[in-house]
């Protein structure tokens, strides 16, 4: 049985540092990339970053680039989504998901096998 699960989300205040993190059990990690995904209320889910599954590379929404990081520890079948400077309209929902697909489809919903529950991050002003 595979299971994600998303933990450090928060509440938290304009411009501070957050860092939410992704246990997956039940798979061969390092067989898989993962990906963050957020959704906001009333909103459709976004892609947010993907890292392949060694960690060689990384893609990132274009919003995010230079405020996010994400990064993986294959030993400890856990990934990471650092995020700095945060906004109040990063305040979402936060989502890890893990594909084994080498089709180029990183932020595609839909391309992703399994999903974490998700947790929430709130960013106040």
């Known amino acids: 049985q595979v299971q994600l699960v998303e933990s450090g989300g928060g509440l938290v205040q304009a411009g501070d540092s957050l860092r939410v993190s992704c246990v997956a059990s039940?798979?061969?990690?390092?067989?898989?990339?993962m990906g963050w995904f957020r959704q906001a209320p009333g909103k459709e889910r976004e892609f947010v970053a993907h890292?392949?599954?060694?960690?060689?590379?990384?893609t990132y929404t274009d919003s995010m680039k230079g405020r996010f990081a994400i990064y993986r520890n294959n030993a400890d079948n856990t990934v990471f989504l650092q995020m700095n400077n945060l906004i109040p309209d990063d305040t979402a929902v936060y989502y890890c998901?893990?594909?084994?697909?080498?089709?180029?489809?990183?932020?595609?919903?839909?391309?992703?096998?399994?999903w974490g529950q998700g947790i929430q991050v709130t960013v106040s002003s």
């Open positions: 998901a893990a594909r084994n697909r080498s089709d180029g489809r990183t932020f595609v919903t839909a391309a992703y096998e399994y």
């Open positions: 890292i392949s599954a060694y960690g060689a590379s990384s």
């Open positions: 039940g798979l061969m990690f390092s067989d898989y990339g």
